[in-house]
């Protein structure tokens, strides 16, 4: 599938997202494809959803679709959106779950923000200031396929394993927001 197959299979990428500045303060709106082809500073988020394994905490991994325009076949954590315009990011983030993984998230939180700029192969470009919201789930994971091909939990130690010996494995973003949430859920046991 041709990006503009993609980008026109995306029912999303009309809605209107949230410009904002270095410090997160709303500056304007664009498109969700205008502010991905023109690189635009946007409000975004990663959710990633933890359980308790039998080594410690576990995250849940969702292997992203081949259909999205951009990390297709690559891992990230469980959901990453955006809040639409007038949206508050925490109501988006659980509204953003249950349409990609058909699950209810539950006390989800907000653990940290930062911002990060990457440029695709296909000429698109991320540029989000990017809040991390750590929660759990309740019922069945039946991701989206136009979402996650796949998910998986894993604990810490595999993940950072992971991480060093194959880093290509996983969207820009990911090794990121993998290492806060590792990091929060470490200091808060």
């Known amino acids: 599938m041709e990006l503009d197959e993609k980008m026109a299979a995306d029912p999303a ?7 904002v500045d270095g410090l997160d303060r709303e500056t304007g709106a664009a498109t969700k494809l205008q502010a991905h082809v023109e690189g635009l500073l946007h409000r975004a988020f990663s959710v990633v ?14 292997l992203r679709s081949m259909m999205k325009y951009h990390s297709g076949g690559l891992w990230a954590n469980s959901c990453c959106s955006h809040p639409r315009l007038g949206e508050e990011t925490i109501e988006a983030a659980y509204r953003r779950v249950h349409e ?5 998230a539950i006390d989800l939180h907000e653990i940290c923000a930062f911002v990060y700029r990457a440029e695709f192969d296909n000429g698109l470009c991320e540029y989000e200031y990017d809040h991390v919201i750590v929660g759990r789930c309740e019922g069945t994971i039946d991701p989206d396929p136009a979402e996650a091909s796949e998910v998986r939990w894993i604990d810490f130690e595999t993940l950072a394993a992971e991480l060093q010996a194959e880093p290509r494995k996983y969207a820009a973003w990911a090794p990121i927001v993998f290492t ?10």
Do not use: F, Q, Y
Request: charged residues 30%; aromatic residues 0%; glycine residues 6%.
């Open 180 to 189: 806060m949430t590792m990091s929060h859920l470490a200091s808060s046991r």
């Open 49 to 62: 959803l933890v359980r308790e394994g039998e080594n410690g905490p576990e995250l849940l991994l969702a």
């Open 13 to 19: 990428r009309d809605d209107m997202l949230i410009l």
């Open 100 to 104: 990609e993984l058909r699950c209810e």
